[in-house]
């Protein structure tokens, strides 16, 4: 799925409101979550999952062809981490915890 | 840097204080995207939203691990995993802003 599926399914759920609108809604939620990482946020989106910000330090890497030593300047990089509530739903719920005892239907089963 | 967190009120802010729809409205559309993007996962799909990221599924096998703890050793069972590849857009953003702010130190 990519964000224009997105948004015409949502503008399909609300043939009250005009699609660019929808669009801007979209976007907006997106770029908040971007802006927050920028502004070195952390996101926390409960049974969604969380976006974190982490700094790796400049190094000294080398270059796997020549083997010439190069420097690598530091960076930020953004991370996600699924919250468990996603991951369960991944995985159909309880299958972990109740795996032994009694298998639960998973997926494609 | 703040180093404040973001939450999903904050998200629905944004959307109430930019478009002319009530606060409850804003929060749903919140729910419904995240839900949206969580469903299509849930069904083994990627999703890509542009100048963002792309969520994917991965399938990981059965594998031997250890309780770091006991040394026993216990399987992991086969799951599937989120992966998030940020885009470019981000990526730079993310690294524009920490360095002006790094600089400014």
Partial sequence: ?109 | MTGKTITRADLTDAVYRSLGISRNESSAFVERILDEVAQTLEKGETVKISSFGTFSVRDKKLRMGRNPKTGEEVPIEPRRVITFRASHVLKDQINDTHRQANAAE
């Fill in chain 1, 1 to 109: 799925m990519i964000k224009s599926e997105l948004v015409q399914k949502l503008a399909d759920e609300n043939p009250n409101l005009f699609h660019r609108d929808i669009e801007r809604i979209v976007s907006i939620v997106f770029q908040e979550i971007s802006d927050g990482l920028a502004r070195g946020d952390r996101v926390e989106l409960r049974g969604f999952g969380a976006f974190s910000v982490k700094h790796r330090p400049s190094r000294v890497g080398r270059n796997p062809r020549s083997g010439e030593a190069v420097h690598i300047e530091e960076k930020w990089a953004p991370f996600f981490k699924a919250g468990k509530e996603l991951r369960d739903r991944l995985n159909g719920a309880g299958r972990f915890s109740q795996a032994d005892s009694q298998p639960q239907p998973g997926p494609g089963e």
